[in-house]
């Protein structure tokens, strides 16, 4: 099947502009393809670099369709072979629905950001896995801690990676009350299009422990988001180090179908 290209939607003059994410419109057309029989059942959907060719998209914009059609229980990746197709409708999953991302870990109204330090660096091997980028990429590295209040209880230690354009942002972080991502986008009316979290288990290191108030080589737990913007470009990688003692997430899921019409997490 020859993949046609994906255009924006539109609403009538009288609703507005609305554009549906790439990823999306590449997930829906595969799935046409999937429920028309152009790709039955047992058989695998084109390879990555056919899909980036035909759709004219990024690598990691086709991996988030694939994910999609793979939530939805219709494919399955298999590493060195493709994208097998499982199913033409759609399977039943426990989701977690999220309206809004503020929804994911917020903290208190009254929790501040106390900027320590922000600098230009350049990526090395370590801080590449741990950014999810190549080697030698340059980003802005804001440092600081998250508290109650401008003088209460240190939350946590957070460090904060931003594309260098943005990286003007670290001087109207001190005293903050909101959320790093979302004063990037009303300021560079950035679009926020997905969201990844992360959680890694470690320990605190010695100017970090002291910073919380706690014992150096205490036990910490790491949430690591990963914000991407248009044209699938992760434009902010935030990482906060709670001590473990005082840090706790529950879950809550909802049996319901796929849908890409909230934000969802899918465990």
Known sequence: MQAEPVKKTRKG?????????????ISDKL???IREGKFPVGTF??????L???FKASRHTIREALRVLEDMGLVKRQRGRGTLVLSTEASPAFVQMVRSPSELFSYPDSSQFRLLSDERVKVDKTLARELGCQVGDEWVQI????????DGMPICWASVFVVPEYGSIAQRLSGSTRPVYEMIAETFKESIENITVRLTAGVLSDPKAKALGVEPGSPSLSVSRFYQGRGGRIFEVSISEHPASNFSYTFEFTRGWQTADHWSWNQ
């Open 45 to 50: 959907l084109p390879g990555e670099l056919e």
């Open 31 to 33: 799935l046409s393809g």
């Open 52 to 54: 980036i060719d035909n």
């Open 143 to 150: 440092s600081g801690l998250r508290t109650l209040g401008s």
């Open 13 to 25: 003059s009288g609703e507005g502009d609305v554009r549906t994410p790439l990823y999306r419109q």
